[in-house]
């Protein structure tokens, strides 16, 4: 059955002539407006089934995140222990260069 304004309006034209208009009010406020479509309203076994698809999306791309965090720190201490290697040789290079023109 499909509720348009004008049965709104006849219900709540009885409810003033049999509570009053205060009652009346209280119980068109409480009422949904004609324009909700009550099977399309979300059940809690659809909120549930929304939550747990929202828990896998952002389990699986925290683990996404995770795992390009960890490539990038291993390339990074990659590069940064290779340039302390080359500058340690360096610096043992001048060393040994510098004691060899001293002598």
Same mark, same amino acid.
């Given at each position: 059955?499909?509720? &348009?304004? $004008?049965?709104?309006?006849?219900?709540?034209?009885?409810?003033?002539?049999?509570?009053?208009?205060? !009652?009346?009010?209280?119980?068109?406020?409480?009422?949904?407006?004609?324009?909700? &479509?009550?099977? !399309?309203?979300?059940?809690?076994? &659809?909120?549930?089934?929304? %939550?747990?698809?929202?828990?896998?999306?952002?389990? $699986?791309?925290?683990?996404?995140? %995770?795992?390009?965090?960890?490539?990038?720190?291993?390339? !990074?201490?990659?590069?940064?222990?290779?340039?302390?290697?080359?500058?340690?040789?360096?610096?043992?290079?001048?060393?040994?260069?510098?004691?060899?023109?001293?002598?």
């Amino acid at each position: 059955m499909t509720i &348009d304004e $004008a049965a709104r309006l006849r219900l709540f034209e009885a409810a003033r002539h049999s509570w009053g208009e205060d !009652q009346a009010s209280t119980l068109m406020a409480g009422l949904a407006p004609p324009s909700i &479509d009550w099977t !399309q309203l979300a059940t809690k076994a &659809d909120l549930a089934d929304l %939550e747990a698809r929202m828990d896998l999306k952002i389990e $699986a791309r925290i683990s996404a995140l %995770e795992t390009r965090m960890l490539e990038r720190i291993t390339a !990074q201490t990659r590069a940064i222990m290779l340039s302390m290697v080359a500058s340690n040789a360096t610096l043992v290079g001048l060393v040994f260069a510098t004691v060899r023109l001293g002598s």
